[in-house]
């Protein structure tokens, strides 16, 4: 979890710096080559990571093992260097059709090289978990992301090179780490072979590929509205639609990524334990949805109370016009950490194919709309769109996951809770209006008091709750 949260730590560190060193259309640009290369490397990986965490446990002897590893690693670098070869092709397709400059050609060429990077880095990364070794796993990732991380700010802010310099200097700092990571591989897992075996990699791959299938299509509901904002608008356009998206992400990713490593695998060992009742397991559910509301609520509204405020402070002026589309945004984002959750029952009884269609599907509907919607209503289009897609995706996959698991929301608790967040809202917003204060951490300050003094008047059980606390 530490890991998780100095990676994101990362990501909010340099949003300010590149959003501030690149020009709007650069920053857009950056942007859909770096979906690009996501995409790229999601189906480039076959699922070879999933499949890794899966099959490692069925191999006990060290001839079985280095098999494993071998064809494990052999079978990455090879996808590896495919997606680099797929996106260098593309790219000098859409540069030969007039549809990307000479320039942005130069800067994917650049940037293709990191799918092999981070493909390569990822599995040997999955095989350090595998083999319970979380904690060098750990340094190796946050390594990764702070040494690319650092060599972009220098060749974007001291050799002026732009979003050729960001990806340059992603490509020598992840490429640096991996020799290292590699190296560290060989000495731990004793890695001194090529005993690769097609039966193995055939396997792996039918069980790991459908998961990619899915995360893809969640990428393409997440992110493929960039690419119609940039054919239907401009790459300006994208940096103005992509900024307060970025700043959401980062927000939301927080609570979203405790909740899964805190509360979602306590619901999974109770299950498969089977200790309790389905009674007891529908109220620890239901205290997992609860207190994910208490932690989104008061941020949604709080952000979109100063939206204009933090964006003009992270990212600078000339993204000032980007704030009102941040509410639909943070919405979104926010109601995908209820997705796990609400269709708890379809991972109880292992129907993840279901999901896979279900993301599919909404990412097909995103897009039809985002290309009807896009020219009317230009980025809020873009936005309204995908909190739209994202409601379908909890509303039916919750229906369907009642079929194996009926869950009952806690709609009593919620609504409390969001009148909670609104009176921090409006409190927020009279202190802004009639400048009683001029200082964002005093408004973050004050928007947190108010709304836990609201929450604590209102709920009972968390009323006593905080006095059986103060009294301890």
């Given at each position: 979890m530490t890991c998780e949260i100095l990676i994101m730590a990362g990501g909010f560190i340099s949003f300010p710096i590149f959003t501030r060193l690149l020009s709007?259309?650069?920053y857009g640009i950056m942007n859909l080559i770096s979906i690009s290369l996501v995409l790229v490397e999601a189906l480039?990986?076959?699922?070879?990571?999933?499949?890794?965490?899966?099959?490692?446990?069925?191999?006990?002897?060290e001839k079985q093992l280095q098999k494993f590893y071998s064809t494990t690693i052999l079978s990455s670098i090879a996808f590896g260097v495919l997606g680099t070869l797929i996106i260098f092709i593309i790219s000098k397709m859409l540069s030969?059709?007039?549809?990307?400059?000479?320039?942005?050609?130069?800067?994917?060429?650049?940037a293709s090289f990191l799918i092999a990077i981070r493909i390569l880095t990822k599995i040997i990364g999955c095989?350090?978990?595998?083999?319970?070794?979380?904690?060098?796993?750990?340094?190796?990732?946050?390594?990764?992301?702070?040494?690319?991380?650092?060599?972009?700010?220098?060749?974007?802010?001291?050799?002026?090179?732009?979003?050729?310099?960001?990806?340059?200097?992603?490509?020598?700092?992840?490429?640096?780490v991996l020799c290292v990571f590699w190296m560290f591989m060989v000495r731990e897992m004793g890695y001194s072979g090529f005993y690769f075996s097609g039966d193995m990699l055939k396997e792996m791959v039918s069980y790991g590929f459908p998961m990619v299938l899915a995360g893809f299509a969640g990428t393409i509901l997440t992110m493929g509205d960039r690419y119609l904002i940039g054919y239907f608008m401009s790459a300006e356009d994208v940096a103005l639609y992509s900024v307060p998206y970025n700043l959401c992400s980062y927000v939301a990713n927080v609570p979203i990524a405790a909740f899964d490593f805190a509360f979602v695998p306590m619901i999974m060992n109770e299950w498969s334990k089977k200790k309790h009742g389905e009674n007891e397991l529908h109220q620890q559910v239901n205290k997992v949805i609860k207190m994910y509301c208490i932690f989104a609520l008061p941020i949604i509204f709080g952000v979109s109370a100063l939206g204009e405020r933090i964006v003009v402070l992270l990212a600078s002026n000339k993204y000032s016009g980007a704030s009102y589309i941040l509410p639909y945004v943070l919405i979104g984002e926010m109601l995908k950490g209820l997705f796990t959750p609400l269709t708890i029952g379809l991972f109880f009884s292992k129907k993840t194919k279901v999901l896979a269609k279900l993301t599919g599907f909404c990412a097909i509907i995103n897009i039809i709309m985002n290309i009807f919607?896009?020219?009317?209503?230009?980025?809020?289009?873009?936005?309204?769109?995908?909190?739209?897609?994202?409601?379908?995706?909890l509303v039916v996959g919750g229906s369907i996951s009642s079929t194996y698991f009926k869950l009952k929301m806690p709609w009593y608790n919620i609504t409390r809770y969001s009148i909670c967040a609104?009176?921090?809202?409006?409190?927020?917003?009279?202190?802004?209006?009639?400048?009683?204060?001029?200082?964002?951490?005093?408004?973050?300050?004050?928007?947190?008091?108010?709304?836990?003094?609201?929450?604590?008047?209102?709920?009972?059980?968390l009323r006593i709750t905080a006095i059986n606390l103060i009294k301890h």
């Open positions: 709007k259309e650069e480039s990986s076959v699922g070879l990571r999933h499949a890794s965490q899966r099959f490692y446990s069925s191999y006990k002897d030969f059709w007039g549809i990307i400059s000479n320039n942005v050609n130069s800067i994917f060429v650049v095989l350090f978990r595998v083999r319970e070794m979380a904690k060098t796993y750990s340094v190796f990732a946050v390594l990764t992301k702070y040494i690319g991380m650092f060599l972009s700010i220098v060749f974007v802010m001291g050799y002026l090179y732009g979003i050729y310099g960001y990806f340059l200097g992603l490509v020598l700092g992840e490429l640096l919607l896009i020219p009317v209503l230009g980025l809020l289009g873009a936005a309204i769109s995908t909190l739209f897609c994202y409601i379908i995706l609104i009176i921090m809202f409006f409190f927020i917003r009279f202190l802004d209006e009639y400048y009683i204060v001029n200082n964002l951490p005093i408004f973050i300050l004050s928007g947190i008091f108010i709304f836990i003094l609201s929450i604590l008047v209102i709920d009972r059980e």
